[in-house]
Each structure stands twice: as structure tokens, then as C-alpha cells.
């Protein structure tokens, strides 16, 4: 999904060098994003894309931990209502 809005950024002219604040509870791509690599295959190619469009494209993605409870965005991908997270 980081590679995709990604992506996204690139192509917007009016976001491109602006920075771009993404909440995550997910140490795992916190970790792989900002430090541009993994060990697993998967992931690195994930985190290769996203370099690639850091270094050229002009992206500016900030990843920020939130704790899994207090994560605004789990309760409507859940079904809940915006600010609910399922119990």
C-alpha cells in the first residue's frame, strides 16, 4: 500500500517534494521502509520500488509508529465506524 501511494505521490504535481505523514502499527514495514531493505525477497522488492521512487521521483513518505489500539484506520477496514476499533 506505501508502494502504491507511492506511486501516487509521483505522478501528483502538487505533492511531489512534499513529505507525506503515514501512521503505521506494523514495526515490520516501519523497519524494511525506512531503512530500504529486508530479508526476505518479498519485502525487498517492495522496498527497492519505494527507493527508487524516493531517489528519483521525488517522494517524501514519513513513517510514524501508533500503537495497534489506538490506529484510526483498523476499525473501518473492520467494518466499524471511524474512531472504533474492533474489540
Known sequence: MIVTLGKYLHRSRT???L???V???SLVSLGMFGKGRSSV???LRL???MMVLRMFGGVRIVLR???TLKNMSDGPTRGQRIGEHPS
Open 47 to 49: 522496498a527497492r520500488k
Open 65 to 67: 509508529h501508533v500503537e
Open 15 to 17: 505533492s511531489r517534494g
Open 23 to 25: 501512521m503505521t502499527d
Open 19 to 21: 513529505r507525506t505523514l
Open 41 to 43: 525477497r518479498a519485502l
